[in-house]
């Protein structure tokens, strides 16, 4: 079944490192081989062996539309015929841009990069250059690409110091990153009694979506804005998931509070590596070349790239959009529910807008800790069972459902019925 896929694997193994540009592609964690992929179209994905799957990675995220969307297509190949890349001014930097401000009130300027990483690391930079401060709280969790300063576990309390999470990463850097539970108000609020002074930039996914989903509880989002505001430290939401995937306007939409700076990627490019981060114009004319904070990129900005995503902002403005999403998720998340409700086995689902996760816990999962009590053995067996049901998911517990406008109904109930039977399985051990 996965014949092709297991040999392309073991050549990419000599020249890749695991066979793989990205280690979440790995399979590792769900007991398998990563399957190759030769084309997608709208909620399908097909393997090299000829497999066709419902599709609910959707590019970790960017797929918003399905795969192949039309006008996606048709801008990127007009583009194309003019040219790739010149490093110089486009006419579409311009426009998606000021999209991007139409959409997000609290961005006036937006600086484009080509990845999440490089839109966090950037606007950390910059809310070190706008404060003078060195420090950063971050939520245990959350993630934020690879950038050093937030490859960061936690110390041992909230006045401890954060130590590297990777080989690589200089303690001297640790120092200043400060892990947090999140959803903790009290420890935050410990950490600011002691260091606030000291602190330039809080950051955090609004709606956590790397542990598996994690919403804010009890006003988390307003009360980082208070207490951010008290003490002139830089609130910077990584919206790199929830941008353009909860509202229009994103988690702070959908929350209604609004960050200083914001972090974008995914679905802000279509498919093509693009990341922006953005906000207030007294922080964002720090920037160079208005200011003194570095930050510059070859191909950033790249007409392709803008081609894809000026399309994508348009696609989400129209009527509707999110009210589908909404309609279609919460259908799936609570048909799989009920699936669960028939059996004896230990399941949480969390669910915001068209991020959905299930979790193999007795314990509702708030945070970091009760996230890693779930049964990654539990999850592996569910996902191999999905997949040889046509069912393609996260090869990892701690990821979303990516639900988009293309999963019809007859997707989600194929779903829904597969997660049913592979539920089952799993109960009767
Ligand atoms: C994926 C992700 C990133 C990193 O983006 P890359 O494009 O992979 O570098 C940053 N923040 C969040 C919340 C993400 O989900």
């Excluded at 517990?397 to 109930?413: C, G, I, R, W, Y």
């Amino acid at each position: 079944m996965y014949k092709r896929s297991r040999e392309e694997y073991e050549r990419a193994c000599q020249y890749l490192p695991g066979g793989v540009n990205s280690p979440a592609r790995a399979f590792s964690s769900v007991r398998q081989q990563p399957l190759f992929i030769d084309r997608a179209e709208d909620s399908r994905i097909y393997d090299i062996d000829g497999n066709e799957y419902i599709d609910f990675v959707s590019s970790w995220g960017p797929m918003l539309f399905g795969h192949c969307q039309q006008d996606v297509i048709a801008a990127v190949a007009d583009q194309l015929k003019r040219g790739t890349s010149f490093g110089a001014p486009t006419i579409v930097e311009t426009e998606m841009a000021a999209e991007i401000v139409e959409l997000i009130p609290s961005v006036d300027r937006v600086r484009m990069v080509n990845s999440g990483t490089e839109a966090t690391m950037s606007a950390l930079r910059l809310a070190r250059g706008y404060t003078g401060r060195d420090k950063v709280i971050k939520f245990t969790g959350n993630y934020h690409g690879h950038g050093d300063s937030f490859l960061i576990k936690a110390g041992s309390g909230p006045a401890t110091l954060g130590l590297p999470d990777s080989p690589g990463v200089p303690e001297e850097l640790a120092r200043l990153t400060i892990s947090v539970p999140y959803n903790n108000k009290d420890y935050v609020e410990k950490v600011f009694q002691e260091q606030g002074e000291e602190i330039a930039a809080v950051i955090l996914e609004p709606v956590a979506a790397n542990m598996g989903v994690v919403p804010p509880r009890d006003n988390f989002l307003e009360f980082l804005r208070e207490i951010t505001e008290e003490y002139g430290t830089v609130l910077i939401f990584d919206e790199v998931i929830t941008g353009f995937r909860l509202a229009p306007g994103g988690a702070q939409q959908y929350y209604g509070v609004e960050a200083d700076l914001t972090c974008l990627g995914k679905i802000i490019g279509a498919g093509l590596p693009v990341g922006a981060y953005g906000g207030k114009e007294e922080i964002m004319d720090e920037v160079a070349p208005v200011g003194p904070v570095y930050q510059a990129g070859t191909l950033s900005g790249n007409p392709l790239a803008m081609a894809a995503g000026y399309q994508m902002m348009k696609l989400i403005q129209q009527e509707g959009v999110y009210d589908r999403l909404e309609d279609k998720s919460s259908y799936l998340a609570s048909g799989i529910k009920k699936e669960i409700s028939k059996l004896e086995i230990p399941c949480s689902i969390n669910r915001v807008g068209s991020l959905i996760s299930l979790f193999f816990t007795g314990t509702e999962v708030v945070d970091y800790q009760t996230a890693s009590s779930s049964d990654t053995e539990l999850y592996a067996d569910y996902f191999q069972g999905m997949l040889k049901r046509g069912i393609y998911l996260a090869p990892s517990q701690f990821e979303a459902m990516f639900v988009s406008l293309k999963h019809s109904q007859e997707d989600l109930d194929t779903t829904i019925r597969a997660a049913g039977e592979v539920l089952q399985e799993i109960s009767k051990g």
